[in-house]
């Protein structure tokens, strides 16, 4: 079973999971509604002493949501006691961060709501398992909540259908709290630390958030490594497994690139002429093999592994720097680049998971040490 069912989880609570952590002592206020001053199609927020307003491009229900912390301290009655803000509380609550520069009107709906931070002890217990919120709740500071509960589920769920079907090591289903329990820990520390420097009421965080962080933002910004760099923290495509029992980095080593636990770079190609990328190439939820190198790199030994797919779960592809029929085409040397592949280096081999992640990779042609990984994680996937 795999609790899926959010904050208050009733597969975590019958299984005996401890969900610890608490409640910030702010109360928020989430609306969907109209409004005028806006520039469409962008997010706004504003920054002010009392802390932060956000304005979401929605388009329905209603154009905009906004989300908002109330400005003055307070303690929210219990849930459910308090009515939702009205028309003229929402507008008041506006003005404050705007000073009158946004109209609201046509509101859909509106609550008031309190942030919880927690995260579950473990992640299995036997037969259970946890993903998403029944997992981990934060606040909404970096938007992380959605990717990480995604996140959570794609690593669980091939790994659920290879074990399940008999394919893997049931050890493999071990290595899902292994891998995402450290990322929902990590998630949470970020979150709340954003969260403290968006709600604190410190003078020098104050002046730091409302006069320093725009500017440092707007100089960040002009860099491309460093939107590069935030982009991919803020959208966790920076995470990394390499830790993680099921990775593995095989011998010889490769000196450069993403290394086994990374997730696999994109980088354009070509398929029989017609462009593509690597990531569409290898895109099926199945394991990908990907071998590199010239068309004479790949003893006739290799044959049968180039043309038969294992079973159905590995499927192996060519990645070369001439345009090869059938193979995956790389003449600009873009991917071989992105996999830290030089002329000299050019021959390697790499495993790919179904979850687009490097699971095992090595320099050479030799796949001894291939096989080995495979007879672990995968009984009786290798080809012979």
């Given at each position: 079973?795999?609790?899926?069912?959010?904050a208050r989880s009733a597969v975590r609570h019958h299984a005996g999971i401890d969900f610890t952590g608490g409640a910030y002592p702010q109360t928020f206020v989430l609306?969907?509604?109209?409004?005028?001053?806006?520039?469409?199609?962008?997010?706004?927020?504003?920054?002010?002493?009392?802390?932060?307003?956000?304005?979401?491009?929605?388009?329905?229900?209603?154009?905009?949501?906004?989300?908002?912390?109330?400005?003055?301290?307070?303690?929210?009655?219990?849930?459910?006691?308090?009515?939702?803000?009205?028309?003229?509380?929402?507008?008041?609550?506006?003005?404050?961060?705007?000073?009158?520069?946004?109209?609201?009107?046509?509101?859909?709906?509106?609550?008031?709501?309190?942030?919880?931070?927690?995260?579950?002890?473990?992640?299995?217990?036997?037969?259970?398992?946890?993903?998403?919120?029944?997992?981990?709740?934060?606040?909404?500071?970096?938007?992380?909540?959605?990717?990480?509960?995604?996140?959570?589920?794609?690593?669980?769920?091939?790994?659920?259908?290879?074990?399940?079907?008999?394919?893997?090591?049931?050890?493999?289903?071990?290595?899902?709290?292994?891998?995402?329990?450290?990322?929902?820990?990590?998630?949470?520390?970020?979150?709340?630390?954003?969260?403290?420097?968006?709600?604190?009421?410190?003078?020098?965080?104050?002046?730091?958030?409302?006069?320093?962080?725009?500017?440092?933002?707007?100089?960040?910004?002009?860099?491309?490594?460093?939107?590069?760099?935030?982009?991919?923290?803020?959208?966790?495509?920076?995470?990394?497994?390499?830790?993680?029992?099921?990775?593995?980095?095989?011998?010889?080593?490769?000196?450069?690139?993403?290394?086994?636990?990374?997730?696999?770079?994109?980088?354009?190609?070509?398929?029989?002429?017609?462009?593509?990328?690597?990531?569409?190439?290898?895109?099926?939820?199945?394991?990908?093999?990907?071998?590199?190198?010239?068309?004479?790199?790949?003893?006739?030994?290799?044959?049968?592994?180039?043309?038969?797919?294992?079973?159905?779960?590995?499927?192996?592809?060519?990645?070369?720097?001439?345009?090869?029929?059938?193979?995956?085409?790389?003449?600009?040397?873009?991917?071989?680049?992105?996999?830290?592949?030089?002329?000299?280096?050019?021959?390697?081999?790499?495993?790919?998971?179904?979850?687009?992640?490097?699971?095992?990779?090595?320099?050479?042609?030799?796949?001894?040490?291939?096989?080995?990984?495979?007879?672990?994680?995968?009984?009786?996937?290798?080809?012979?």
């Amino acid at each position: 079973m795999v609790g899926c069912d959010g904050a208050r989880s009733a597969v975590r609570h019958h299984a005996g999971i401890d969900f610890t952590g608490g409640a910030y002592p702010q109360t928020f206020v989430l609306a969907d509604l109209a409004a005028d001053g806006l520039e469409p199609g962008a997010a706004h927020v504003y920054l002010s002493a009392a802390g932060m307003l956000f304005f979401f491009p929605l388009g329905r229900p209603a154009p905009w949501r906004l989300l908002a912390m109330r400005p003055r301290p307070d303690t929210p009655p219990p849930a459910g006691d308090e009515p939702a803000p009205s028309p003229a509380e929402l507008r008041t609550l506006t003005d404050t961060y705007t000073n009158g520069d946004v109209w609201l009107h046509d509101p859909v709906w509106a609550t008031y709501f309190r942030i919880h931070h927690r995260h579950a002890t473990t992640y299995r217990a036997d037969r259970v398992f946890l993903a998403g919120d029944a997992a981990h709740i934060h606040s909404p500071a970096g938007a992380q909540g959605m990717n990480t509960g995604i996140q959570d589920a794609w690593n669980l769920g091939w790994k659920l259908a290879l074990t399940t079907g008999g394919a893997a090591n049931p050890a493999l289903l071990d290595t899902y709290q292994a891998e995402r329990q450290p990322v929902g820990r990590n998630v949470l520390r970020f979150t709340d630390r954003a969260f403290g420097i968006a709600t604190s009421t410190n003078p020098v965080i104050r002046v730091a958030r409302t006069h320093i962080a725009p500017r440092l933002i707007r100089l960040a910004g002009r860099s491309r490594r460093a939107r590069t760099a935030g982009l991919r923290t803020v959208a966790q495509l920076a995470i990394n497994y390499r830790h993680s029992p099921a990775v593995e980095e095989g011998h010889p080593r490769l000196r450069r690139g993403p290394r086994a636990g990374d997730r696999l770079p994109d980088a354009a190609i070509h398929v029989n002429g017609e462009p593509y990328t690597l990531h569409r190439a290898l895109g099926a939820p199945r394991h990908h093999l990907l071998l590199t190198g010239s068309s004479d790199a790949w003893p006739t030994q290799t044959a049968a592994l180039l043309g038969t797919p294992a079973t159905g779960l590995v499927t192996v592809h060519r990645l070369t720097r001439e345009s090869t029929q059938g193979a995956l085409a790389d003449t600009h040397g873009d991917a071989h680049a992105r996999l830290g592949l030089d002329r000299d280096e050019g021959t390697a081999h790499c495993l790919v998971r179904p979850d687009g992640y490097i699971a095992y990779r090595a320099q050479g042609n030799d796949l001894t040490g291939l096989y080995a990984h495979l007879d672990c994680w995968l009984p009786g996937a290798p080809p012979r």
